[in-house]
């Protein structure tokens, strides 16, 4: 059974950084294309980055582009997002996501919390 595990999110001070990751276990990783999304309470979940399955290509929503940067380790099954200048409306449960044409796995979260 595929396993995606987050780890990483914590309480952080406005202007502070978390390092997320997401360790994939029974998937062939780097068939996928990996995604980070996010949902806050009462909204809707939001894709906030996406990393092409060699790692050349990403994009971001608008909100995080130059604070957020996702990679990914092809060879220990790991995928990364460093939040960097982390505001209070960045809160919310982060969710990695290994997606392809035919099939879509995700992981059960991490919470990040922004808060003085």
């Known amino acids: 059974q595929v396993q995606l595990v987050e780890s990483g999110g914590g309480l952080v001070q406005p202007g502070g950084s978390l390092r997320l990751s997401c360790t994939a276990s029974?998937?062939?990783?780097?068939?996928?294309?990996m995604r980070w999304y996010r949902q806050a309470p009462g909204k809707e979940r939001e894709l906030v980055a996406e990393?092409?399955?060699?790692?050349?290509?990403?994009t971001y929503v608008d909100s995080v582009q130059g604070r957020f940067t996702i990679s990914r380790d092809n060879a220990k099954n790991i995928l990364y997002l460093e939040v960097n200048s982390l505001k209070p409306e960045d809160t919310a449960v982060y969710y990695c996501?290994?997606?392809?044409?035919?099939?879509?796995?995700w992981g059960q979260g991490t919470q990040v919390t922004v808060s003085s």
């Open positions: 996501n290994a997606h392809s044409w035919a099939s879509d796995y």
């Open positions: 029974r998937l062939h990783f780097s068939w996928y294309a």
């Open positions: 990393i092409s399955t060699s790692g050349g290509r990403t």
